[in-house]
């Protein structure tokens, strides 16, 4: 015979509602939700099945994810949500809340002026280069054909016969830096929001042309990961050659130019990064067959993804 309602008990189980029958109470009676709730930016999860949403009534409603028998044990901190249903809120010390070292730096106003990031050259990228020069010989020049431009930022003068390697060259030994709508060089920080100005800014440094047939190379494959503070970017490339590497930041973005193969290559990279970093406790080594940019984080904690994006993928707060 069916009991009455009086004979029925509320079961307090997360997720669970429901009011049952104290004698029949077996260990699969009771659909529930075991893990604590966990509250991100706008997002109401379960921590036990990752079932989230932004409205509180639907997050409620998620089926349980666990099996288990009913709970007539009543906290005292529980209360009504609505005339028949009661609910347990957590204590603050139970709710895992998202604690904001896994958000993104601010931005904002927020950038320095760009500086350099000290570097070093591993013993075997040294002799590597040396047994290249010896191979292929000290004449670099070989094989160019006149009109080949100077590959240095700035100058814009072209080849015109082995007897210019004598001649001086001006240009800027730095990266081309666009932010906030300015564009200047970082080693002489000349802003302007022109980009044909930017472009006729005369060098800033004098040295020796690069005549050179280098193939730019705007992508190379990389891999990057984060532990105790440090992120570490792989550059998978041979041959990078240490005088020709240019590497600032200004905390947030990070800009790499160098030339690698050897002298055959050259790459230009853009990073906006995820957080913010130190630039005088980061380092770039050059390796035999790969660049590692090991940036020291000014606050710890896990980075999600290497670059900032301005704002989460499509679809973010679709229920999984």
Not at 62 to 75: D, L, M, Q
Not at 95 to 123: C, D, F, Q, Y
Request: proline share 5%; net charge negative; with cysteine.
């Amino acid at each position: 015979m069916a009991l009455d309602d009086g004979h029925f008990v509320q079961c307090y189980n997360k997720g669970c509602g429901l009011k049952f029958d104290p004698t029949i109470n077996d260990p699969e009676a009771c659909t529930f939700h075991p893990g604590p709730p966990y509250f991100h930016d706008a997002y109401k999860i379960w921590n036990c099945c990752n079932k989230k949403s932004t409205d509180f009534g639907t997050w409620l409603s998620y089926k349980g994810c666990a099996k288990g028998p009913h709970n007539s044990e009543k906290p005292v901190d529980v209360v009504k949500v609505s005339a028949t249903k009661e609910i347990r809120p957590e204590k603050e010390e139970d709710v895992i809340v998202w604690n904001g070292l896994n958000k993104p730096a601010e931005r904002g106003g927020k950038s320095g002026e760009p500086v350099p990031i000290k570097m070093e050259t591993t013993a075997g990228a040294r002799a590597a280069i040396e047994r290249f020069n010896e191979q292929v010989g000290s004449n670099s020049n070989e094989g160019l054909l006149k009109g080949a431009p100077c590959r240095n930022a700035g100058c814009s003068t072209t080849y015109d016969g082995s007897e210019m390697d004598g001649l001086t060259c001006v240009h800027h030994p730095g990266v081309a830096i666009f932010h906030e709508g300015m564009k200047y060089w970082s080693c002489c920080r000349k802003k302007t929001s022109d980009f044909g100005a930017f472009l006729e800014q005369k060098g800033c440094e004098t040295g020796t042309h690069l005549w050179t047939r280098n193939e730019k190379v705007d992508k190379l494959r990389e891999d990057w990961f984060s532990s105790n503070g440090i992120v570490t970017i792989n550059l998978y490339c041979k041959g990078a050659l240490p005088e020709s590497l240019r590497a600032t930041t200004d905390g947030l973005c990070l800009s790499l130019s160098f030339v690698h193969g050897f002298g055959s290559k050259q790459s230009e990279l853009q990073y906006e990064l995820f957080g913010e970093i130190s630039a005088s406790e980061s380092l770039i080594r050059i390796g035999e067959r790969k660049v590692e940019v090991i940036l020291k984080q000014s606050e710890v904690g896990s980075w999600p993804r290497l670059r900032y994006e301005v704002a989460p993928p499509a679809g973010e707060d679709a229920e999984n």
